[in-house]
């Protein structure tokens, strides 16, 4: 069984930045790939970015390419998701999410995760 809590999100201006960590249980996290999506109100989850098992690959969203950094330390289990130059439209709930299904790639679809945190608010004014 795999735990995992956010933390990190919040109220900032446009043009700000956020980081956003997501801690897990499970003995073996070091062979997760780890992913962030996120949720507006009224939309569908979207994938944000993903991090391989030994950090070796990212992948992005396109919108989010060149402003947001996805990082993870194996000996603390967590994943970090460094949000820059963050826009109004990068609101919405950001939940992390763990695979034990997938390791050779990028999962970029929600049911290539079988883990889920509860997620954080981050809001971003403009």
């Known amino acids: 069984q795999v735990q995992l809590v956010e933390s990190g999100g919040g109220l900032v201006q446009a043009g700000g930045s956020l980081r956003l960590s997501c801690a897990a249980s499970?003995?073996?996290?070091?062979?997760?790939?780890m992913g962030w999506f996120r949720q507006a109100p009224g939309k569908e989850r979207e994938f944000v970015g993903g991090?391989?098992?030994?950090?070796?690959?990212?992948d992005y969203r396109d919108s989010v390419k060149g402003r947001f950094t996805i990082s993870r330390d194996n000996t603390k289990k967590t994943v970090y998701l460094q949000m820059n130059n963050l826009k109004p439209e990068d609101s919405a709930v950001y939940l992390c999410?763990?695979?034990?299904?997938?390791?050779?790639?990028?999962?970029?679809?929600?049911?290539?995760?079988?883990?889920w945190g509860q997620g954080t608010q981050v809001t971003v004014s403009s």
């Open positions: 999410a763990a695979s034990t299904l997938i390791r050779l790639r990028i999962g970029v679809a929600g049911h290539d995760y079988d883990y």
């Open positions: 499970g003995r073996t996290f070091s062979s997760y790939t």
């Open positions: 991090i391989s098992w030994n950090g070796g690959s990212t």
